[in-house]
Antibody, heavy 121, light 107 residues
Framework: QVQLVQSGAEVKKPGASVKVSCKAS????????ISWVRQAPGQGLEWMGW????????NYAQKFQGRVSMTIDTSTSTAYMELRSLRSDDTAVYYC??????????????WGQGSLVTVSS | DIQMTQSPSTLSASVGDRVTITCRAS??????LAWYQQKPGKAPKLLIY???SLESGVPSTFSGSGSGTEFTLTISSLQPDDFATYYC?????????FGQGTKVEIK
């Protein structure tokens, strides 16, 4: 079955960077894109960006342009999201999610378990 | 960005009730709309895509309708497992956006 397993919780200081991993299994990794979605405590869902696992092209939400990097390692079927210059309002659960389609961002039919990132001095 | 507005924000209902949640888009999005269910501490789960297509494995008590700017998610007979928060999401643009969520709680 399709499974996305994310790295564990992280605590970071303001100004630092965090890199979250998402290891996929149960399907052909390069056939479906990966998006990253975050959820601040008690808040709604916020899409951060998408990466094609086939061509590696990316589409970042304007809010995160310049501060986020999404990469993939096809040899291990793993996607990564790095967020830099962390602020306290970046404290959130970060999810990776498989796109239902491979060529562009659409809807998300499988999700990782989430990785809590806490930014605190 | 396209803004998505859900109503109501909270809904109190009983098991067996018919429940309807509305989602409005700030501009026309054709039928490029999805619905998700999220339970506390869990990842969201896709229920409906393309406004009315039921995701595999989702009970037929869930249905979606609408096009353009106004959409609805209907649960025909609320079950105990359905108490959760529901989000709509547009994917008409290259930057998907979510509604703020509707919490369905026990009356």
């Amino acid at each position: 079955q399709v499974q996305l397993v994310q790295s564990g919780a992280e605590v970071k200081k303001p100004g630092a960077s965090v890199k979250v991993s998402c290891k996929a299994s149960g399907y052909t990794f390069t056939s479906f894109g990966i998006s990253w979605v975050r959820q601040a405590p008690g808040q709604g869902l916020e899409w951060m960006g998408w990466i094609s696992t086939y061509k590696g092209n990316r589409n970042y939400a304007q809010k995160f342009q310049g501060r986020v990097s999404m990469t993939i390692d096809t040899s291990t079927s793993t996607a990564y999201m790095e967020l830099r210059s962390l602020r306290s309002d970046d404290t959130a659960v970060y999810y990776c999610a498989r796109d239902k389609v491979g060529t562009t961002v659409t809807v998300f039919d499988s999700w990782g378990q989430g990785s809590l990132v806490t930014v605190s001095s | 960005d396209i803004q998505m507005t859900q109503s109501p924000s909270t809904l109190s209902a009983s098991v067996g009730d018919r429940v309807t949640i509305t989602c409005r888009a700030s501009q026309r999005i054709s039928s490029w709309l999805a619905w998700y269910q999220q339970k506390p501490g869990k990842a969201p789960k896709l229920l409906i895509y393309k406004a009315s297509s039921l995701e595999s494995g989702v009970p037929s008590t869930f249905s979606g309708s609408g096009s353009g700017t106004e959409f609805t998610l209907t649960i025909s007979s609320l079950q105990p497992d359905d108490f959760a928060t529901y989000y709509c999401q547009q994917y008409s643009s290259s930057s998907p956006t979510f509604g703020q969520g509707t919490k369905v709680e026990i009356k």
